[in-house]
């Protein structure tokens, strides 16, 4: 699978009252995760931050398989972190969904709490980046994330004409010219951050090289 998902929470712009109450955070983390979260986490999160890590791993997760699975529901209770390990500003984390394995990346500061997933441990291939942008309205937001991506890809090829569309079911590709790259994308934003992810392996760089030499 080559794929990549990732989701932003601003932490400015949640309640912690309401993402403390029972009712709310185990639509979020099942009674085990909230288990594994007190034996193993609370001397290095807050609760509230441990239940927004869990929402945007599971939300990053989310957009990595729905790249395969259009008709793919999110259900967070349905995805199980099984490991979390870090410290109090980066964790790694394992999810089992179904028969499927997941691993996560994930960082935390006073700003946000940002992760991505990937179906290996392995993230050398995963690029990614966050902005804090002065406007966070939806159009705002759109715009931002779109150039800020092409502004990263157009470092690494600068001899593309690279814009960003949709497919038909709403994800972003990646064209040059006239013709779609085999570059994962995801996009996500919060409150006044964007960010992306992306992948591009080597075979992905030799697909495009090769491309961008016969034009």
Request: net charge negative.
């Amino acid at each position: 699978m080559t794929s990549t998902g990732n989701d932003i929470v601003a932490l400015t712009a949640i309640s912690v009252a309401r993402t403390k109450q029972p009712n709310f955070y185990l639509r979020i983390i099942s009674s085990v995760e909230e288990e594994l979260y007190y034996s193993d986490l609370q001397d290095q999160l807050p609760f509230e931050h441990f239940v927004w890590l869990a929402w945007s791993v599971k939300e990053s997760i989310f957009k990595c398989l729905k790249r395969f699975d259009p008709a793919l529901i999110f259900s967070p209770s349905k995805m199980r972190i099984v490991e979390l390990k870090g410290t109090a500003d980066q964790f790694h984390g394992t999810i089992k969904f179904g028969d499927q394995l997941l691993y996560s990346q994930s960082v935390i500061n006073n700003d946000f709490i940002f992760s991505i997933v990937n179906d290996t441990p392995d993230f050398s291939e995963t690029y990614w980046d966050i902005k804090k942008i002065e406007f966070a309205d939806p159009t705002s937001q759109s715009d931002a994330v779109r150039q800020f991506l092409l502004e990263r890809l157009g470092q690494l090829f600068p001899d593309s004409d690279l814009r960003i569309t949709k497919n038909v079911y709403g994800w972003p590709l990646v064209v040059d010219r006239y013709d779609e790259l085999p570059i994962p994308v995801s996009f996500t934003h919060h409150d006044h951050f964007v960010a992306y992810s992306f992948q591009l392996s080597d075979s992905l760089w030799k697909v495009h090289q090769h491309h961008a030499g016969v034009l």
